[in-house]
């Protein structure tokens, strides 16, 4: 019983996610374009997660190089670790938690931010203030979390390989440039480019979902708090989603 | 249905409408919030609407400023029925009504004067940076808060806040206001100073207003004509004085 009721809620979400989707392409990219509200988001949510993202990459470029050292050198091939570890952080680690920190403070604020504006009858007041609010805080939201994952995973990517630079030098020397130069030429085009497009996804799916979460927060002091954590909630499972998607696409279309 | 109290007021003598609404109807899933509901405002008239909590004053006057689109019936305001018209079209019509809502909706991230900055750079295109801090000041004066300009709302009162949600609409100088419940949740001196400022405006921009208030003491200031508001639509119409003697049970609630 209870579990019919999670399944039919979870597709009565999905439903209402799609059509709040099919808005955003409906009228977010009509004329006039809000550009200066754009470059203020991408700003502030590039700014916000930095920092948060920089160091969790570094520290999981460098666990992941100290865990796989030692099955590496049980087989003999400890020379191949950069590669290894490079590989792995750019087709799946690196994009994968770089996106779910960034669900976690992005989606989870902007879910706070238009759920507050909601209950306080902020977007109410846009609206008769002649302002279209779904174009003005939700397009413009969701369009500079496109932009700016891709980037700050792009910046991910390259320190949590400088990460694994330190962890193969705790054990071991070897120099920054044969390091990179090991790990980029062994790297393919196929190794990059499909997991750099699947981030837009990701940022994609992140503001949207923040978005809709907080777009449709229910008035009293528990709505707020719900919408950001069902928007974290909600993301994150559609991280792995997507991620799964992604790589059955790539399989079928051989570009593994 | 309506049941004018006394022949006291002459309402339509020589005086122009402004609001008329017709046959208004709004249900929400099977509950019926308006049935029917038939209201004329005139020129430079104060209309008090009072009437239970939850009975639909919000849900009137939202269907007044096009926030709420109702299942049936017109509304004209000064000639234009907003119920047929196109998301632009409301967009003009919305300069020429302010709407003090019951939360005050102030943007919460923005300073008092981009809070007011706002409408003006949405409405006005062509406005200068000069011409938009006059008005700026103007209309801060007007409420008497020229000083708070630089400042955030969170600093304010819950008073300062209701004067600086005014000052956010008169900037825009409308032919009509819809207030809810402006002195509700303040303090009795505070309250009086909001009543104040609603028959100053009046004297001042000419404005026709429709206030909702279960405040006896604002009813009392502020009213040229009250609206008892019972089962979805008017059950009665008069002036203060009329529903202070009247016999009628459902009115004489309100003077407990
Ligand atoms: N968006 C909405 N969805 C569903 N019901 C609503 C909505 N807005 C108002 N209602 C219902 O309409 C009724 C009237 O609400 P409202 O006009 O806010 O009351 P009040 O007279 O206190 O201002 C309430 O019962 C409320 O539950
Ligand atoms: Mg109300």
Redesign the interface.
């Known amino acids: 019983m209870k579990l019919t009721m999670t399944v039919l809620q979870f597709l009565e979400d999905t439903g209402n996610l799609s059509r709040f989707t099919a808005r955003y392409f409906a009228i977010g990219f009509r004329k006039p374009f809000e550009t200066r509200e754009l470059f203020r988001q991408c700003y502030n949510i590039g700014y916000k997660s930095f920092t948060l993202v920089s160091l969790t990459s570094l520290i999981i470029g460098l666990v992941l190089t100290m865990q796989l050292r030692p099955s590496l050198v049980k087989y003999g091939v400890e020379s191949r670790l950069p590669i290894m570890v490079g590989i792995a952080i750019i087709r799946e680690i690196g994009p994968v938690v770089a996106a779910l920190i960034f669900a976690g403070k992005i989606a989870s604020s902007i879910g706070a931010?238009l759920g507050?504006?909601k209950v306080?009858?902020?977007i109410?007041?846009?609206?008769?203030?002649?302002?279209n609010p779904f174009k003005y805080l939700v397009a413009t939201r969701v369009l500079a979390c496109t932009i700016m994952l891709p980037i700050l995973i792009v910046m991910a990517d390259a320190i949590a390989l400088v990460g694994a630079f330190i962890g193969i030098n705790i054990q071991g020397v070897t120099s920054l440039r044969l390091f990179f130069s090991e790990i980029f030429n062994s790297l393919e085009l196929t190794d990059i480019l499909p997991s750099y497009i699947k981030t837009y996804f990701f940022g994609f799916v992140i503001g949207i979902v923040g978005a809709y979460k907080g777009y449709n927060a229910v008035k009293g002091t528990r709505g707020v708090g719900n919408a950001a954590n069902s928007a974290v909630v909600l993301a994150s499972v559609l991280i792995f989603i997507i991620d799964l998607l992604a790589v059955q696409i790539t399989e079928i279309l051989g570009l593994n | 249905m309506e049941n004018s109290l006394t022949g006291s007021i002459n309402l339509t003598e020589g005086r122009k409408a402004v609001i008329i609404i017709e046959n208004l109807s709004k249900q929400f899933g099977n509950h019926k919030v308006l049935v029917n509901l038939n209201l004329t405002v005139f020129e430079e008239e104060n209309v008090v609407i009072l009437g239970k909590s939850g009975c639909g004053k919000s849900v009137l006057i939202k269907c007044i400023i096009g926030l709420i689109k109702p299942q049936r019936g017109h509304i004209f305001v000064t000639g234009t029925d907003i119920t047929s018209i196109k998301y632009d079209k409301m967009d003009q019509m919305r300069t020429k009504i302010g709407f003090l809502f019951q939360s005050n909706a102030i943007y919460d991230s923005m300073t008092v004067r981009e809070n007011l900055e706002f409408p003006l750079r949405r409405n006005r295109v062509n406005i200068s940076q000069d011409q938009i801090n006059k008005l700026v000041c103007e209309a801060l004066e007007n409420v008497g808060l020229l000083h708070t300009i630089d400042m955030m709302p969170s600093e304010l009162s819950g008073g300062m806040l209701k004067r600086i949600a005014l000052a956010r609409i008169i900037i825009l100088k409308p032919k009509i206001i819809l207030y809810d419940e402006p002195t509700s949740g303040l303090d009795p001196v505070t309250a009086a100073e909001i009543e104040n400022l609603i028959l100053e405006l009046k004297k001042k921009y000419h404005t026709t207003s429709i206030i909702i208030s279960h405040d006896m003491n604002c009813v009392k200031k502020t009213a040229d004509r009250v609206i008892l508001l019972l089962d979805g639509s008017c059950y009665a119409a008069g002036t203060y004085a009329d529903f202070q003697n009247s016999n009628d049970i459902n009115i004489k609630q309100f003077f407990q």
């Open positions: 931010e507050s504006m306080t009858e902020q109410d007041a846009m609206e008769v203030s002649g302002t």
